[in-house]
Each structure stands twice: as structure tokens, then as C-alpha cells.
């Protein structure tokens, strides 16, 4: 399964951003995961038939999920400076509810995006 993810850049504190995850092949679970530099990677959103947030991000961001596309979105409201980080979009199946926020249990990965947010 390939994953490419897309929309990253460099914004102002405030600003919205709206990453993609294009999946070749539909996957039950995707997911958005971040790390900054000198950080491990931390969740930031799933979604499955409903949709699952850090507590970090909740209220400012957004999971939806085309199934058509196959295609997975994050639209990013209100970032700040602490947002800057690499953002990984995850994909699997079979991942239980529990397991959704963590990084082990999704076995296809994309490259990555940049999102920087500045002060």
C-alpha cells in the first residue's frame, strides 16, 4: 500500500493548513501522525467509522475521510508554534479501537510533510 501525503508549508500562528493521504488501496483505519525535532512521534487524529483526536488538537483539528479517493484530510485551524513537526498519515486494518492512537499498530506509512508554524 503506498501513501502520499501532500499540503504541508510554512504559516503564521493562526493559520490553517489542510493535509491529504491519498491511499492506492482503501484501508479500514488512517490515521495523522506528527514528531518534532528532538520529540518521538506522537498521535494526532484517526479515523475509522468516527474519528479520534489527541488532546492536543482537539476543537482545532479536523480528520474526514473521502472513501471514494481513498483519500484521508486534516484540516488544521488555529495552529501554533508547538504544531511545527514532520506529519505522517498511517494506514491499516484490523486496528481495534484502543490501538488507534498508537503508531505500532498501523503497518503502511507515508513519507511525511512538513508543517511549520511560526510565531
Known amino acids: 500500500v503506498q501513501l502520499q501525503a501532500s499540503g504541508g508549508g510554512l504559516v503564521q500562528a493562526g493559520d490553517s493548513l489542510r493535509l491529504s493521504c491519498a491511499a492506492s488501496?482503501?484501508?479500514?483505519?488512517m490515521g495523522w501522525f506528527r514528531q518534532a525535532p528532538g520529540k518521538e512521534r506522537e498521535f494526532v487524529a484517526a479515523i475509522k467509522s468516527y474519528p479520534s483526536y489527541a488532546d492536543s488538537v482537539k476543537g482545532r483539528f479536523t480528520i474526514s475521510r473521502d472513501n471514494a479517493k481513498n483519500t484521508v484530510y486534516l484540516q488544521m485551524n488555529n495552529l501554533k508554534p508547538e504544531d511545527t513537526a514532520v506529519y505522517y498519515c498511517?494506514?491499516?486494518?484490523?486496528?481495534?479501537?484502543?490501538?488507534?492512537?498508537?503508531?505500532?499498530?498501523?503497518?503502511?506509512w507515508g513519507q511525511g510533510t512538513q508543517v511549520t508554524v511560526s510565531s
Open positions: 498511517a494506514a491499516g486494518s484490523g486496528i481495534i479501537l484502543s490501538s488507534m492512537s498508537n503508531g505500532a499498530a498501523y503497518p503502511y
Open positions: 488501496e482503501r484501508k479500514i483505519v
